[in-house]
């Protein structure tokens, strides 16, 4: 997906996180604590915490962010990829 | 054949010189750290989220690396965990994380499908196995599968590999990517600070600290959503057809489009359960806009306004829900209308109605 927009940032959803929200990216207002990020994702795709997000890996420009302990002072800036990493455990 | 077996057989013609040993049997938490001891490496390849916890966790305690690997659908996911092992519960510096570390807690059971059921293109779990056993010669030529005494060897990130075989994938089709996945979580529950209290090799083989099926969801029994008389068993609602005592009325199956096209009751229209949500939310959010009928699939209009509802799903969970939220949106007309669960999916159809059934 091409560069976010100007006041933006870049959100990628994989696997499961991709068939709850029907897309696989899609660009988000920044700046926005990272603390918020889960609020505003269930505001928009109702259910997606519990079923999704919370299983889920998050990254921040490619590197582990940790939503609900060490990271939580973080700031998701204009320009970031974000992205929604559910598990997948079947082999 | 044992699956087991199987593999041996097809191992040994392609490469005769290993002395390859089966386990045949399912992989538990009383014999799991009986047989882990034994390796000095561990290549993750099973198909659920309870095992690959397991393994994860016997890994941690008796200090074996693992070369996890899993793939779904269009998906893999490729990581090395625990290498070099370092006991449990060091935190004075950056360690290799364990399975737990990246994820903490399982996707609920409803989300959670196996190959069986949501299907695998052969190329992506082909692509994983290849480099996963790739990262395994890495470690073993390496030496890195020895555990380290702990202030000796340097921290090596390690990353996860991501593929999706998926043309339209957010980056761009064909796509590998991999993410770093940080040190050991000071707070994981296997391997981090106060690990050694709530993860011991005693409390696994009592299958009780922790209880894998439990974590997982798994085991628990069918969730009652509905009232009694908001339900309907599959025997009830077929000879109930074959009597003729049903009206005209909408069958609703809520599973993927993918179960629904290998099969599905006579009449059935399919309205998957996901794209159902995502509906009725938009719905809501729209006030006075669009009403909740919009909801239904176009076979509604060509029956009366009060004709009967009756929802299928794959198990039965899925099913309730749609009921409640039919109710909710006021399709039932306050009442009026008749809108029902058949109990138990089309699993229960199977065990009831039609054993022929090709159940996925």
């Known amino acids: ?91 | 054949m044992l699956k087991v077996n199987s593999l041996i057989t097809y191992l040994q013609d392609l490469n005769p010189l290993p002395t390859y040993i089966p386990h045949p049997h399912r992989l538990t938490p009383q014999n799991a750290a009986d047989i882990i001891t034994n390796y000095d490496l561990v290549l993750d390849c099973t198909d659920n989220a309870a095992t690959r916890y397991l393994i994860s966790d016997i890994c941690v305690l008796l200090q074996k690396p693992l070369v996890s690997a899993a793939a779904v659908q269009k998906s893999g996911q490729l990581t090395v965990l625990n290498c070099p092992p370092t006991p449990q519960g060091l935190i004075d510096k950056p360690y290799p994380p364990c399975y737990r570390c990246c994820f903490r807690k399982p996707p609920p059971p409803s989300a959670m499908t196996t190959c069986g059921e949501a299907g695998i293109m052969s190329t992506v779990v082909g692509l994983m196995g290849v480099a996963q056993a790739g990262e395994a010669i890495k470690i073993l030529a390496s030496n890195l599968h020895l555990p380290s005494s702990s202030s000796s060897s340097p921290f090596i990130e390690p990353n996860l590999l991501l593929y999706t075989h998926d043309l339209s994938s957010g980056i761009s089709p064909f796509t590998f990517r991999a993410v770093k996945m940080g040190s050991r979580k000071k707070t994981c529950f296997a391997c981090g600070e106060n690990s050694p209290s709530t993860l011991t090799l005693q409390g696994i083989k009592s299958g009780t600290a922790p209880n894998y099926d439990q974590f997982c969801g798994l085991n628990t029994p069918p969730k009652n959503l509905l009232p009694q008389q908001d339900r309907i068993s599959p025997s009830e609602y077929y000879h109930a057809l074959e009597k003729g005592e049903l009206p005209p009325h909408l069958l609703i199956d809520t599973r993927e489009k993918e179960h629904f096209s290998f099969g599905s009751i006579q009449g059935a229209v399919n309205l998957p359960f996901g794209a159902f949500l995502s509906k009725c939310f938009k719905i809501k959010k729209s006030g006075e806009d669009e009403k909740g009928d919009d909801i239904l699939p176009a076979e509604a209009k060509e029956l009366s306004e009060d004709a009967p509802i009756f929802v299928v799903c794959r198990r039965g969970l899925d099913s309730q829900e749609a009921v409640e939220k039919l109710k909710e949106l006021g399709v039932d007309r306050g009442g009026k209308r008749k809108i029902m669960d058949i109990r138990g999916g089309m699993k229960a159809w199977k065990e009831e109605v039609d054993p022929d059934f090709q159940f996925i």
């Not at chain 1, 660009?27 to 889920?56: C, D, H, T």
């Not at chain 1, 962010?65 to 204009?78: A, C, L, N, P, R």
């Open chain 1, 1 to 91: 997906m091409s560069a976010a927009q100007v006041g933006h940032f870049n959100i990628l959803y994989f696997a499961s996180a991709s068939s709850y929200t029907m897309t696989n990216a899609e660009s988000l207002p920044a700046p926005l604590p990272l603390s918020k990020l889960f609020g505003l994702l269930e505001e928009r795709y109702k259910g997606i915490k519990q079923n999704v997000l919370e299983s889920s890996l998050v990254t921040v420009n490619l590197t582990y962010v940790d939503v609900e302990g060490d990271g939580e002072d973080m700031v998701i800036k204009e320009g970031d990829e974000v992205a929604i990493i559910p598990p997948v455990s079947s082999g």
